[in-house]
């Protein structure tokens, strides 16, 4: 399954909001969870388990629990560091995140932005794929996992260079 990082979620069939980034573990590359931000200007992000995803198509997320059960979700924030300001306590947060619009860096240079994740039936990262370009002549290329080698919060790190990414862009 093909799940965007700027997919509209919805509760049943009210929006409540959109895929803001996913958190994983590591080892086993299984998302755990998608961060939700509420709609509105300073609205608040919220931890949102897989296991209450009940569906997942192009640009939409549809979710098991109602808008009161989404409100009860764990709020989202991470700790703002200048402040000195130590975060409360969450399992989630001891996990890796990954935001949408995260820079893709090939071994040799920038090469774009991810916009969505392959996913298995387990919820493992199977692909990344990559938006290249702007406007016109912008394109999406399916990196698989293999080829990646750290994801971070903002930054995912491949193990191939601009050129190779290209080759396996004329492949697909």
């Known amino acids: ?10 509760c049943h069939t009210t929006p409540c909001g959109v895929v803001s980034g ?29 296991l209450a995803i009940d ?20 709020p989202f924030s991470e700790p703002i560091e200048m402040y000195h300001l130590d975060p409360e306590p969450s399992t989630a947060i001891q996990l890796p995140l990954l935001r949408r619009h995260a ?9 774009g932005r991810v916009s969505a994740l392959h996913l298995d039936a387990d919820w493992r990262i199977v692909a990344i794929l990559l938006h290249r370009g702007y406007w016109w002549g912008s394109r999406d290329i399916s990196i698989p996992i293999h080829l990646v080698a750290t994801i971070d919060e903002f930054l995912v790190t491949l193990t191939v260079r601009r050129d190779e990414i290209a080759s396996l862009a004329a492949k697909q």
């Open 1 to 10: 399954m093909l799940l965007s990082l700027h997919a509209t979620v919805y």
């Open 55 to 74: 569906s997942v198509t192009d640009n939409t997320i549809t979710l098991t629990i109602t808008d009161d059960e989404f409100t009860e979700c764990d």
């Open 103 to 111: 820079r893709v860096m090939a071994s040799n240079g920038r090469i």
């Open 22 to 50: 996913v958190f994983f573990d590591r080892p086993s590359l299984r998302l755990t969870s998608i961060l939700v931000q509420e709609q509105g200007l300073l609205a608040a992000e919220r931890l949102v388990p897989v």
